[in-house]
């Protein structure tokens, strides 16, 4: 007859079985009480550093699952935050979701994903929904909110953060992406290079962040004593296609600028794929310039010159404005602003202008890899 099997100390069992652990065997293999545990789950600050360290190795041997509905009860907080994204497309946004979740999860958040593609009413469905899973606040990752949705946000102190720009009220944080900065060193080291013919091509100018950028643009070249011409300036989409169309507009002028800023990253890959449909040689002809610095752009072919955004600094300033808003002891509570920097990283995409003495230098200096003086 076989012995039976004792279930106070089964590990393996236990972790067959996480649904039927409870608190009171967190408690008794940790060697504190249920209401220490519950401290410790719920993450209460005043538990004892030792205790709680028992608790969590306790819950990991014995494969604990919190109820967090339950923990949402007691705590009155559902340690949940959401997340809403313009789009999933763009490369720029997964990879922002990844440091925001990385971030999150490492200080005992979960997180709630959505995207709007652009869309206002889909944004205010978003929110609402996370509303709904009682979510303790959301970063706002994208443009435009509908003004009496967040005036009922703010009524319930429901912590909101925004990108650029949000409305002077309590518990609404902004991170300020200092644009005026990346695209200034862009169109410095151009003018550096020798270029006087800088085109740009923009995102959708219903945007804020796509005006702010064009505007950075504009004010930019006019501190260097510069001024495009209306054409050299074409609306895109920030888009790989949206990309395209403008750099083909672009093509379709009497003369072609020496080099192309674009919006984003997307856009100046767009670009490149039109200009290799032609004869025109990146940099050798006309150099390009992105905005966002996305994993891509390092692998694009020349490898991209771009403005960095980064994705880390952005999720981070998300996260804590959050959390300055949920918690009232956090260190930065009275924040109100985060300041989002951005800098210029130069690769192969850009170059001096065609036609110009250094660039004929450079180009008869250059010798087949198969032949040459050794």
């Known amino acids: 007859m076989a012995s039976p099997v004792s279930p106070t100390r089964n590990h393996a069992a236990d972790r067959r079985r996480p649904g039927a652990v409870s608190i009171r065997e967190v408690a008794q293999r940790a060697g504190v009480s249920i209401a220490t545990v519950s401290r410790t789950v719920n993450r209460i600050p005043s538990v004892n550093p030792e205790l709680a360290r028992r608790v969590w190795q306790a819950i990991d041997e014995v494969g604990y699952l919190p109820n967090t509905q339950a923990r949402a009860l007691v705590s009155g907080r559902s340690r949940m935050l959401g997340l809403i994204v313009s789009e999933i497309t763009n490369p720029f946004f997964p990879e922002l979701v990844q440091e925001f979740e990385n ?20 944004t205010e469905s978003l929110i609402r929904r996370m509303l709904q899973r009682s979510v303790d606040g959301v970063a706002v990752m994208t443009f435009g909110i509908e003004e009496d949705l967040v005036q009922k946000l703010v009524e319930r102190e429901f912590p909101l953060v925004f990108v650029d720009a949000g409305p002077d009220l309590p518990n609404i944080r902004v991170l300020k992406v ?197």
């Open 178 to 374: 200092d644009y005026g900065e990346g695209i200034r060193q862009g169109v410095q080291h151009l003018a550096a290079l020798g270029h006087r013919s800088i085109a740009f091509i923009t995102g959708p100018l219903y945007m804020r962040s796509a005006v702010a950028r064009r505007d950075a643009f504009v004010k930019s070249m006019a501190e260097i004593g510069l001024t495009a011409p209306a054409e050299h300036i074409v609306e895109g989409t920030h888009t790989m296609e949206g990309g395209i169309a403008g750099m083909e507009r672009l093509l379709a002028l009497t003369e072609l600028p020496t080099a192309v800023m674009c919006s984003n990253d997307m856009t100046a890959i767009g670009v490149l794929h039109a200009l290799f449909r032609t004869t025109h040689k990146v940099p050798e002809e006309i150099s390009v310039v992105g905005f966002d610095d996305i994993h891509l752009a390092q692998f694009a072919l020349p490898p991209l010159t771009t403005v960095q955004m980064s994705c880390k600094d952005l999720a981070a300033a998300a996260v804590e404005g959050l959390r300055a808003g949920i918690e009232p002891d956090h260190s930065r509570a009275a924040t109100k602003q985060w300041r989002i920097p951005t800098r210029l990283v130069v690769r192969q995409s850009t170059a001096f202008p065609r036609g110009t003495l250094p660039a004929l230098m450079q180009n008869a200096l250059r010798v087949p890899r198969s032949g040459g003086v050794k």
């Open 103 to 122: 971030l999150a999860v490492a200080q005992g958040y979960e997180v709630f994903i959505g995207s709007t593609n652009y869309d206002p009413v889909r």
